[in-house]
């Protein structure tokens, strides 16, 4: 056995006896180290101890027990983050990057301690516990069918995750812009924040459409963005990504709302090869520069800032003339001061763009109001906007 699967294996010993299963995480997080088999008759301080030290439940008992379970270790999960954060008693508390990269840390601890509790699957991906519904489907569309004869086990956080996602998947969700349902799939950011569409939906086309009816839309996920433009009777769209759980999302969209004539769903990384200019470019890339702290947050965070640089620095070259590109960034980062409004417009200039027109709106998602939440007053003060950008005239 070579050193990668070992990687994709967890182990223990039960009844005496060693087993192994396949260990799934879309996350890309290690299988833990250490297994303990864990039934209905464990206690939330037992099993919440076992996991702060790093030692992983794999459950035995009932699903519904175990789903009570992990909400109580959630709980004290909270309690002991609120107990360290009162032992600092630190004044003021921390502000800006500090108070983001603290909030992350902690997030990542709570991720990883209640990701210990273990659930086991049989090979076509049914939980093998007592009054446990049938994850199958969900599974599937998260992990690739199921291989034969094969077990595997997964946490119980990241399989709520997988069913949850598959609920807004199966149902979807209404995008008044376009007057149907986008259905996202599991690690495809979902369009809940209806204020960035609507801001596409309404600014002003560039004049240039009327001549060269091609737009492209860069990084297209669900391919929201690409089906609002189309509905404006865009001719043409090439939307692109580069994630193949997004281009599949996005075509699947495409085809659901009937778009197929207009938007073509392309493989790549930022700008299409071959579809040399357009007139209209839209962007709307991870708002916040930071690592990612697995694959499913790529959507959100983008190390260095890089897709959004890279599309300012193409975007000359691709636009025609008397086009524009429009950028759809939160400005959440400069209020955790991870980028300055100065930087973002340096980088503007340097791609050898102008700001034709900014077009402001502000969020209105639950946590804006919510003062517990440690990023609130960054949360408070976003304001998310469309940038439209145009080649210097110079140029």
């Known amino acids: 056995m070579n050193g990668a699967a070992a990687e994709a294996l967890v182990h223990w010993t039960e009844s005496g006896a060693a087993h192994s299963a396949r260990w799934r995480s879309a996350r890309a997080l290690p299988p833990p180290k250490r297994v303990l088999v864990a039934n209905d008759t464990m206690k939330a301080d037992t099993a919440w101890h076992h996991a702060a030290e790093g030692t992983a439940l794999l459950w035995r008992g009932d699903y519904q027990n175990a789903r009570q379970l992990l909400s109580a270790m959630g709980r004290r999960a909270d309690t002991a983050q609120a107990h360290r954060a009162g032992k600092r008693k630190q004044a003021p508390p921390p502000t800006g990057a500090d108070a983001f990269n603290r909030y992350r840390m902690a997030q990542a601890q709570r991720a990883r301690t209640l990701g210990m509790l273990l659930v086991p699957f049989n090979a076509d991906f049914s939980l093998t516990l007592t009054r ?4 199958r489907e969900a599974c599937a569309e998260a992990w690739g069918a199921p291989e034969t004869s094969e077990t595997s086990v997964a946490s119980l956080r990241e399989l709520l995750g997988i069913v949850g996602a598959h609920e807004w ?11 149907a349902r986008i259905h996202p799939h599991y690690g495809v950011f979902s369009p809940v924040r209806a204020e960035y569409i609507d801001l596409v939906a309404t600014a002003p086309l560039p004049a240039a459409l009327a001549a060269a009816q091609v737009a492209f839309d860069i990084g297209t996920g669900t391919g929201v963005l690409a089906a609002v433009l189309a509905k404006r009777g865009i001719a043409r769209v090439v939307a692109t990504d580069r994630d193949a759980n997004a281009l599949a999302c996005a075509r699947e969209n495409v085809a659901r709302l009937g778009l197929g004539a207009q938007i073509e769903v392309l493989e790549t990384d930022l700008y299409p090869a071959g579809h040399d200019r357009a007139a209209l470019i839209v962007c709307n890339p991870p708002w916040i520069p930071a690592r990612p702290g697995s694959p499913l947050e790529r959507a959100i965070y983008d190390q260095d800032g890089s897709m959004l640089r890279g599309f300012l620095a193409g975007l000359a070259a691709h636009l025609e003339p008397g086009g524009e590109g429009w950028l759809i960034l939160s400005d959440i980062a400069e209020h955790l001061g991870l980028r300055t409004r ?23 998602h639950p946590r804006v109001s919510d003062a517990t939440d440690p990023l609130h007053a960054a949360r408070r003060a976003e304001v998310t906007s469309l940038w439209r950008l145009a080649t210097n005239v110079s140029k």
């Open 132 to 135: 446990a519904p049938d994850v």
């Open 169 to 179: 998947r199966r149902k979807g969700i209404e995008v008044p812009a376009i007057g």
């Open 342 to 364: 100065a930087q973002l417009l340096a980088d503007i200039a340097a791609a050898g763009l102008s700001v034709v027109a900014r077009m402001d709106t502000r969020p209105t």
